[in-house]
């Protein structure tokens, strides 16, 4: 969820269908003390998303630093305040092309804070966090837990793999890298950018993505936020319960 009225008011009427909440922390928002006393009232356990590219955060570029620790430390403090278990990161701005591998393992390692989970972006041909090995690097050397996305892997794949199908290509990834925090939204094939649609308004084989989940595993539903989201909660739910 945003940190903003809407959605505060969606996920009040939803909270006895729902196990947990992903909040995204924007680094200059200035009511976020309020949103914090509002999720502690709803009382369901909240993770961290701290902004992304889309409020100038680039963890691979250190013309950003200044950027990046704001924002690492407000999703740390607000992590804090509610208790999180889970602060997940990207670590590259997958538009930007000054990316710095060095720089963001020293970044993030300075937090020393296990709670950081690193999530897998979408292939570009400057990042460091789309491919196994890449992924791989990131999680041996800071220690942290890896945040696996579906729809950013099956556009990775889209975009320079092709050599086996999708659904394979993603259970290499939660095979060698054992994620157990997920994000799934549904998508269209042969996209090479994600576009986080509805589950069922897209192509993806979305029980066969669940049925690689592992059990006991946190799932974040990546869709819009509207009256809709409902829809897919009780979706994944379902096929989650059968799968």
């Known amino acids: 969820m945003y ?26 928002f200035n009511e976020t003390d309020e949103v914090v006393k509002r999720l502690i009232d709803i009382g369901l356990p909240v993770q961290i998303h701290i902004a992304n590219s889309n409020h100038g955060i680039n963890l691979a570029n ?19 305040m ?15 092309d000054e990316i710095d591998v060095g720089y963001f393992l020293d970044f993030i ?29 990131l999680i041996e050397n800071t220690g942290y837990s890896f945040c696996f996305d579906f729809e950013h892997c099956i556009v990775s ?8 199908d999708y659904i ?33 308004k897209g192509e993806f084989d979305i029980k066969s993505m669940v049925r690689l989940i592992p059990e006991n595993s946190s799932i974040v539903i990546e869709t819009p936020h509207d009256e809709h989201q409902i829809e897919d909660i009780r979706w994944i739910k379902d096929a989650t319960h059968y799968k």
């Open 109 to 137: 390692k300075g937090f020393d804070d296990a709670r950081i989970h690193i999530e897998n972006l979408r292939f570009t041909p400057h990042s460091i966090s789309s491919t196994i090995d890449d992924l791989a690097y």
């Open 168 to 200: 394979s290509f993603c259970r290499d990834y939660i095979t060698k890298l054992k994620p157990k925090y997920f994000h799934i939204s549904d998508g269209r094939l042969g996209n090479i950018k994600d576009i986080h649609l509805r589950i069922g």
């Open 62 to 80: 250190r013309k950003k630093h200044e950027t990046n620790r704001l924002a690492m430390e407000k999703a740390i403090h607000v992590a804090d």
């Open 157 to 164: 794949y889209f975009a320079h793999v092709q050599e086996t």
């Open 3 to 28: 940190s903003n009225k809407k959605d505060l008011e969606f996920i009040s009427g939803i909270k006895d269908q729902i196990d947990f909440i992903e909040l995204l922390v924007i680094h200059d």
């Open 82 to 96: 509610l208790g999180s278990e889970v602060i997940v990161v990207h670590p590259n701005d997958s538009n930007d």
